[in-house]
């Protein structure tokens, strides 16, 4: 097994937000997360400084650390100067390094994540693109985000932006040369040795739940880590 | 020769140092830069543990001031020098001092709350510190506090600018949190009707009979408290506060209305002890507060002949520590300048 | 309310923000949902402010999302960053200024942590010049596009035609302003005002006629979260830190939201909608919804730019009510039209929250 709490202390944002606990409180009474889940960062900072590995083990293939939004709040108020929230994304590195992502239902979504975020960064140089943004996976997007998607070319031009366009300006084509210095970027630094562990972790789990998993955002894996919501995960309501 | 000391601070240490230098027969100055003595034990109402009124301790000081200490109000300090044989000062106002020993006792200022941004401190109206507190109860104005006010709940706040890496202060206040159990006690006495709530990281009730009034605050008085640091503070529309904090023994985030909250302000070493210090090249802590020679065993001593520590100066202390350690300093000045005959 | 007692912070926290010679990187979310306000941030600059800003094009995302959403790893996003510092340092600029709060926050943290572990910024080197050959150097001025704008407030408002008064009741518009988490929350310091009472958009709104409204949850996230928007079994996370926000307000009666975060207006906007479809309620006046303006909209309505042309139209929430109350004129018949002027049709209309007009 791992030695994990090493491993972890070999991320700089662990050296630099972990500092020690007195459990004063003030992140949890200020985070989003810790408002609607079952979640206190306080808990993941008390944990990580116990420096027991079966504990962190534990936290790396629970849901407990998806939970976190990274807005950083918790940053802010801390009086012994952790950074929860900078633990949290430590811890989320960790899981996926290590496979331990696929045992929760919220560390399975990363696949849908790498899917569709990570695909267009390396295809279009942009984290987002309008024509994938489909008005069917974003019905929250609003009818106003259906008519722009049918006439995203007409909009664009309208509002002054050069989509899919050589030169500068807004939703341009990024050229090709540039598209291959972030391929490689990804390549030499270990982005595209995340993103395969994040598949083969993810085929071996799908396997394993006797689901399909391709290529895409169609298949049954993917359908189910993108969409499926135990109701697990709010506080249990005390008598 | 005559044997002299000056002492720079009027307040309980730098009064008790000048009693018992004075009885021992020493020729002192006391320099002091309000107009009167006292320092802050003329904020107070009435002190821990057994509530007794603090005019007593102030009567008492002020009986030991007699003719023979050679008084100095309103005075500021110009500049400061050791030429090896005498201590110099130099006052604003132009007056020269010089004497074989000098006594620090310039003590300390509360924690400005405004540097806690998120609690609101000088924005919000219904904030006030500890300190405010005091003087509401000492003028018996307490009720004129929650007058017209839609809320009926008082939040103590402790660890106010100590223990906080954010303002610079990692040290514990000590005196805060025997002071909100005792403010709670008292509002809780005055105005039955209000509710308390005490916030806390930890009870630091460390002296005598200090433990005792946490047990009655809360078996008599019903004071409540809650184990979490306020995270922020923001006001309502009717001016009440809306704070956020973790009761950290439940694990579940609180929100809750409250009508005043009290912040308990810590210490911080005074400006104007920095700024002597600097002048006579004292050691500063970690913490800004003065270094003695020993901690153990030479707690009013510096490593400057002839020049001593008393009271808070040194770090967060109350009155009964500061008159005791104001007596133990007199008594090592006696024997320095004895020794030098 | 003391309002000196929140001046004396807003002076403790002045932050350095470059004067000329910017070098541009834009944001993701902005040019997806928002393009009208990236363009106008450059007309802003170059017409009104004469301002040298660049743009090179082969400049991509910052990879923040995905850093966020922790599929990038720490290395590449740093890398990335270094990239684009690359950029930068080959056309010749020093001052580095981001149209993303993300990106904003991820160049602070980059830098910081640089800073404080050089180890990790020779190793970034080394992987930029292994992966792409480029070398840079680092900016000396990091700023976000609304600490520009801030800094220009005063020759906007000298320049605009319109102020941010009600003209009905000749009462200045009450305005909530919702500051982009990252912007301040890591690093109080690199923030105007810090982090408790950042000042970027009260200084415009108090500049330009307005009158700023806190509210208790104004410093809650919006809840955009990254993971707890992108995955559709998370976003009730998402709808909620938004929720909770528009129930602070809404005793308030805020007639705008000015927002500094690519995200946050997008959030604030589309939230509305949705919280009126699942549950029939709307904020705001008779049901049009609290309209969420971007720095650069509002700036642009400031200055008499067209309201279509500040890219108004694609927010969901009618932007209509907002803009009879300050007085400003806008065709409706254009409000949907192609660049040429022709139809191209327009959206249905929502449930509950109300078109502007409501005949079609």
Known sequence: MPDLYNKLFEDVRVREGLKACLNCGTCTAICPAAEFYDYQPRRIVDILQTKDDSQIEALLKSDTIWYCGECMSCVTRCPRGNAPGKLIQALRSLSQDLGYFTESEKGRQQLAIKRTIGKWILEYGYCLFPSEILPGLHPEQGPIWEWEYQHIEAVMTRLGANYKGTGPGILRKIPDEALDEIYKIFEVTGGISRFDKIEEFSKKKAREMGMDMESGTNDDYVKFIYTVNSGNHTKKNED | MNKTAIIIGGGVAGMETAIQLLRLGIEVYLIEKESRLGGHLNSWDHLFPNRRDSKEVSEYLQLGMNEGISLHLNAEIDTLWNDKKKFNIKLKDGTRLNSDALVIATGYEVFDARKKEEYGYGIYDNVITSVELEEFLRNNELKRLFEGKTSKRVGIIHCVGSRDEKVGNLYCSKLCCVTGVKQAIEIRERMPDIEVFCFYMDLRMFDRYFEEMYFEAQEKWGVQFIRGRLSEAAENQDHTLLIKLEDTLTGLPLKMNVGLLILLVGFVPSPETRRLASMLGLKEGDDRFLCPADEHTLTNSTKIPGVFLAGTVKGPEGIAGTITDARAAALQVAAYLTSRE | MKIEGKQRIWMDYQKEIADDHFFYVRSCVRQNFFPGSEKTFLRILQSELQKDIYENPSHTTCSGIGYHADIVPFETSMTMVARQFALMTEAGYENFTTSCITSFGLYSEVLETWHHFPETEQKTRDFLYKATGRTFKKPSNVSHASDIIFKFRKKISEKGKYRLINRQTGQPLRVVEHIGCHYSKMFPSKGVGGAEYPYVLTGMIDEWGGEVIDYPERRHCCGFGFRQYFVQANRGFSISCSK????????????????????????????????????????????????????????????????WDLGLQVHQVPIEPLLEKIGIPYDPEMKFRNISGQDIGRPESPSFLKFYPEKV
Request: one cysteine or more; aromatic letters at 14%.
């Open chain 3, 244 to 307: 909770k926000k528009f129930e602070s307000m809404e005793p308030y009666k805020p007639d705008m939201i000015l927002t500094n975060c690519p995200g946050c207006p997008m959030f604030l906007d589309r939230w509305q909608y949705a919280i009126s479809e699942m549950e029939g309620k709307t904020y705001g006046d008779n049901g049009y919804g609290i309209p969420v303006l971007t720095y650069e909209e509002l700036a642009g309505l400031v200055l008499g730019y067209d309201p």
